[in-house]
């Protein structure tokens, strides 16, 4: 079974600094998905970005960017020009390429000071 | 295009009353897929469901929970004789599977408490 582990339970960034959350998963299969979810105090879950495993190049969607490591199993997703917006709980989620199910981490509380 | 719906967004229950919690997938999507969230904690996969068809539902507990999708109406995830441990945050996605590259959208969620 896949498993997903997000070892910071909480980060601190200063407003317009660059912050990078962590994450590694686990799996046997050679294609997959790799995604960022965003869940903010509204509670909803947001998708900030997302990976196919085959592609070698790095995701981008705006100020997010993502560095994908296949062989290290590390997923790493940094936010550029930090706001305050950006303040939220993240989590960092795998699909098999086939897959029902998303397999989440416990998340990272990314907090953005003024 | 309206996104997906659950309904309701709060949920109070004593222990052992049932508990209806209901998800309208977006426009245009047949599959459909039940997470919880308990606190502290990151979405577990419960069931995924095809109009008509539980198709996978690997991450749902054995005894009091069940999934519907009819072919009318909104998918339903009853949860029976509710106990304290059953106080979650819910989460429906959906998704159309036209490609392997499919998404899933979350509804906002609905919030179960159990006294």
């Known amino acids: 079974a896949q498993t997903v582990t997000q070892s910071q339970p909480e980060m601190s960034v200063q407003e317009a600094e660059t912050v990078t959350l962590s994450c590694t998963y686990d799996?046997?299969?050679?294609?997959?998905?790799l995604f960022w979810y965003k869940q903010p105090p509204s509670r909803q879950m947001i998708l900030v970005i997302r990976?196919?495993?085959?592609?070698?190049q790095n995701a981008t969607e705006n100020r997010f960017s993502v560095n994908f490591q296949k062989a290290a199993k590390s997923f790493s997703l940094k936010i550029s020009d930090s706001q305050l917006g950006d303040a939220a709980m993240y989590f960092c989620?795998?699909?098999?390429?086939?897959?029902?199910?998303?397999?989440f981490g416990a998340g990272t509380i990314l907090r953005v000071k003024s | 295009n309206a996104g997906v719906m659950q309904n309701p967004r709060h949920l109070v229950r004593r222990r052992g009353q049932e508990a209806r919690l209901r998800c309208s997938p977006m426009?245009?999507?047949?599959?459909v897929y039940w997470y919880r969230q308990l606190p502290e904690e990151g979405l577990k996969f419960m069931v995924y469901?095809?109009?008509?068809?539980?198709?996978?539902e690997s991450g749902m507990p054995k005894e009091r929970f069940s999934a519907e999708f009819p072919k009318e109406g909104p998918s339903i995830l009853r949860i029976q004789q509710v106990v304290r441990g059953d106080s979650a945050a819910y989460f429906c996605?959906?998704?159309?599977?036209?490609?392997?590259?499919?998404?899933?959208?979350f509804g906002p969620g609905t919030r179960l408490t159990v006294t």
């Open positions: 996605a959906s998704s159309n599977r036209d490609s392997t590259s499919y998404e899933q959208y």
């Open positions: 990976q196919e495993a085959y592609k070698q």
């Open positions: 426009k245009g999507h047949s599959h």
């Open positions: 469901l095809q109009k008509e068809n539980i198709i996978d």
């Open positions: 989620a795998y699909r098999s390429l086939y897959g029902n199910k998303l397999v």
């Open positions: 799996t046997s299969e050679s294609d997959y998905y």
